[in-house]
């Protein structure tokens, strides 16, 4: 290893949605700014999707993976402990191995970056002498929330969806309560304790990375540097760095759906996709499916097993769950693919013209780069608060009139939302504005620009406190 280079660890949580966003930010340093990078992933005993992951992405030469030795918790837990309790189970399980991983490098990190459920690493840095840094690959507005929800803790008695005005976050757009996030619903669940003092954590960092960039949430950017009660709140410095996106891979699609998608007409396929983990209700898996037909619009649907269909994980039985003689009816229109594609390089093509998405903050950032109009279909997790962005402040989604997680939504529902995107005017300037957003997304990386610059400065202070050269 070049020692005159800096050399970064990042820590990763276990999960696709997480792993996907460290590799592509250790990518971006090592190729864009030089770093070295070391990735340690915590793996569990159902990480074999991730594993396969790491196998095949394609790598710079200064990025280096460790899969740490999987972590079991199965004593501690039960069928009901919730997604975000277990992930800081992991990072709490897995502490030894991190700081013996970290002991026994030739050369040891200059810096640590934790991703957004391993602040509880934050101690291991300091340790070892190293500034250390939360990767929140998620946008300003729901990171704030994060690092905030601790005071409406203390501020708001009974459930946040109860309160019939909005979540009050100095400076930021205010939150309305059906858009809170899941693990901030129930007060009585650990998860939501857990959430909580993740956002504590945060500001006991060095600073706190966000996947996002200026132009798009300059007013929460705004809240951050300026609001003094916020400040007096989230006290370490928050640097805007993206939008990091994983690139299209040239060739890499697989050869059914590339040959699919060469076949249609250039602007014309809806990409139908709930992100990593989303699942539908069979009863909505089904009226989705007539609402896609019934749109006569081309589409491209990543189906998942129905969450109550009881079924296995099998690709075959899969398409049982779709409506009797749908495959036929549609072939000439859309191709189902089973359980994961490749996303990115789908919104790539140029045949694609808009997405239906459960608003994952990753979900979205490729949408932009790639400009195409969303149909908002949040689940779980802060895809509400990110769909609210996207469809009353940068206007770039349509949404069902109710959100999906309160009720089924129709299949003339759906129709109506993929011909607006598909047809008419208005999913033309959704398009427009997409464009914008995109090249904006490009200025704020390329050289000089503001993620740019933020990155920058964040390196040099690791360089200064590792006492490495520093380039005028
Ligand atoms: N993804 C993919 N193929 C799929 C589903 C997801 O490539 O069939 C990728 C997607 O491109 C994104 C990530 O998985 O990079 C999902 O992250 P996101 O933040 O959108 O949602 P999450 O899965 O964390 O809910």
Known sequence: MDSSKL?????????????????????????????????????????????????????????????????????KITPKTAIVTQLCMFAREALPEIRSTIASMNRKPDALIVDLFCPSSIPIAREFDMPVYVYSP???????????????DKEIDGEYVDQEEPLRIPGCKPLRPEYVPDPLLDRNDQQYHEYLNLGIEFTQSDGILVNTWEDLEANTLEALRENEILRSIVKVPVYLIGPLTRPVEPDSLKSDISSWLDKQPTDSVIYVSFGSGGVLSAEQTNELAFGLELSQQRFIWV??????????????????????????????????????????????????????????????????????PMIAWPLYSEQRQNAAMLTEDICVAVNPQV??????????????????????????????????????????????GSSFNSISKVLEEMKLKAQLPIPQ
């Open 7 to 75: 050399h970064v660890a990042i820590l990763s949580s276990p999960g696709m949605g997480h792993v996907i966003p460290v590799i592509v930010l250790g990518n971006h340093l090592a190729t864009i700014h030089g770093v070295q990078v070391t990735i340690l992933v915590i793996t569990t005993n159902t990480s074999h999707e991730e594993c396969q992951f790491l196998k095949s992405v394609t790598l710079s030469s200064l990025v280096h993976i460790i899969a740490l030795p999987q972590v079991d918790i199965s004593s």
């Open 303 to 372: 189906v998942r097993p129905p969450l109550d269909g009881g079924l296995t994980n099998s690709d075959d039985n899969l398409l049982d769950y779709l409506p009797e003689g749908f495959l036929n009816r549609t072939r000439e229109l859309g191709l189902v693919v089973p359980n994961w594609a490749q996303q990115v390089e789908i919104l790539g093509h140029p045949s694609v013209r808009g997405f239906l998405s459960h608003c994952g903050w990753n979900s979205t950032l490729e949408t932009i780069r790639a400009s195409v």
């Open 403 to 448: 959100l999906p997680t309160k009720k089924v939504v129709g299949r003339e529902e759906i129709e109506k939302m993929v011909r607006k995107i598909m047809q008419g005017k208005e999913g033309q300037e959704m398009r427009n504005k997409m464009k914008e957003l995109k090249f904006s997304a490009e200025n704020a990386l390329s050289h000089g």
């Open 138 to 152: 998620t946008n300003a507005w729901a990171t704030t929330l994060f690092t905030y929800c601790h005071v409406l």
